[in-house]
């Protein structure tokens, strides 16, 4: 499967406008770019007014081009002192250009603000990219691929759409019912939509899905444009799209590992208060308290939801990592690379797996690549036994500093704070009054309308989820001084992996330790046949320290992050449950979760939380409705009562 999208070539023609060679038009009007983004897509909307006033402002468009609508509306939004707090500004391309082409166009009104957007510019990759600008108060949601398997998977509340794909004529996908029905589930309330186009297919789709369509002056050469309105005349939605957080923005996060230092991160950056409350005497009192882990991303024959879910938390848990502030204390991190080695085979059968993986893939090389043997030891310092795929962007993480740097991180401009509350041993949640109250063992509690529950294998028990089939599977990482190690300076991994001394110890890891405990000693064995399996060289020293942990796994070894299901509620009703979907479960009002990360709480806490946040806030999501059902945590019950469970 195709993952990688090879850049747009960008061409101009005899004027000095970008033009598409593949769809045989100009990316803009010939009589200014930025002027008709200004009078269709703004205008048409009626923006600025519309936004004044407003907390969270979402504009969902249609085929990103050069980007030059989304910077024409954070300019707009920048020049507006009764600006929205927030403005979101949801798009697809199938198509995308490199990032050098966007900061190599000609100089216009919009350079600067294309100059931050080419600086950021996500990898090519299929699938949905959050790129944040003005510290958080721009938030780009970029899906890359196409548009008819994109937008009906996007989960956003829009107020104002932006059609623009290439002419009707010239990109007839772009502009099919279909399309227009994807937008149409996302519409909230009179939301406006404008477009270029006075396409008689277009109105009579816009027409048919609900939207009150108009025409209006249009720009330069166009002598008219469509603006519309959705006003439907009946009820046509069996799930209403998000709606904007209006309550008080405070919350209690239960468990202060990765998973819970990332959502009262995530929604301190929102404006929360949130109290922390973390069973130990420190944060990731657990298995976050790992001296140093892998952060890279997982990849599969078939880009199945466990890959496509490691590629999108990799990439904003690197995107966040690379946000800290270097301010020379303890590292958090180490961008030094990770090579997964190919494992031992018949006939060299696995490597011939891992080539053509990447054959069929497409991936750009500065996410992944092939390397042999040979430029495997120069890159990671050592020499492995076979060649494998090399992970350039990937890293080491103190998962522990990470925690705390989480915690004590910026809030940007919202005014959000954590109050972090260690030795708090929570034992019972209850709900009344439209507040969770939280009581811990001493008698201590704590009273919120938001409750997430980030407490691992404790989670089932506080929520009192029956089909949440969690299990703590525990493993032992052997720690290593110099000189053992010495010359390993990236991450390697395949059957175990091996850490280079920096962000922490050298290490070597892990046992999995699912059916039953092992000894020290004996981890420590299988510590040393997985350096002596993944190192062509001399045998392994005698390690000198330990890491002992349990993982939270799932039965499918999924995480889970999402809100937890009314159990009651379900399986009272399950004749006509089974046949929901999981939008459809009716849920327990301000209680979620973020949990089960197993091994992969580097890749997927960041990615867990964000969720989490943005479905609270009412914001766009940042992953496809395919990979956030994937880790809902009601599909346990829902799997539960479909085989007849009650």
Partial sequence: MTIGIPPEALQFDERGDPVSIRYGDVYASRDGAAA??????????????RWVGRGQFVIVETGFGLGTNFLAAWQAWRDDPRRPRQLHFVSVERHPVAARALAELPPDSLHALRSQLAARWPLPLVGVHRVEFEAGRVVLTLGLGDAADLLPDLVAGADAFFLDGFAPARNPEMWQPGIIRALARMARPDATLATYTCARAVRDALAKEGFVVDLRSGFGSKREMVVARYAPGWKRRRI???????????????????????????LTRRGWTVQLLERGADVAAGASGLPAGLLHPVLSADHNLASRLSQAGFLLSRSMLEALPQDGGDPVWSACGVFQQGQAG??????????????????????????????????????PRRGGIWFGGAGVVSARRWCRALIAGERGDFGGRIVLQTESDVQHIGFADGAWRVTAVDGSSWVAPVLVLANASGMPTLAGARPAPLRAVRGQVSLFDPPALADLRAGICGDGYLIPAGVARAAVGASYEEAERITEAAAHRENRVRWAAALDGPAPVQPTGVFAGERCVSIDRLPLAGPIADEDAVLGDTARMAGARLAELPRRAGLWTVSALGSRGLTLACLGAELVASRIEGEPWPVERALADAVDPARFLLRHIRRGGV
Avoid at 36 to 49: S, T, Y
Avoid at 250 to 265: E, K, M, P, S
């Fill in 36 to 49: 008709q983004a200004r009078h269709v897509f703004l205008g048409g909307n009626d923006l600025p007014a």
């Fill in 346 to 383: 018949v006939d060299g059968e696995d490597e011939t797996a891992l080539r053509n993986l990447l054959a069929r893939a497409g991936l750009p090389g500065e996410y992944a690549r092939w390397v042999e043997a040979g430029e495997a030891s120069a890159l990671c310092g050592v020499t």
């Fill in 240 to 266: 209403e799209p998000p709606a904007p957080y209006d309550g008080e923005r405070r919350a209690i996060v239960v468990g202060a590992g990765l998973a819970g230092a990332a959502t009262a991160h995530a």
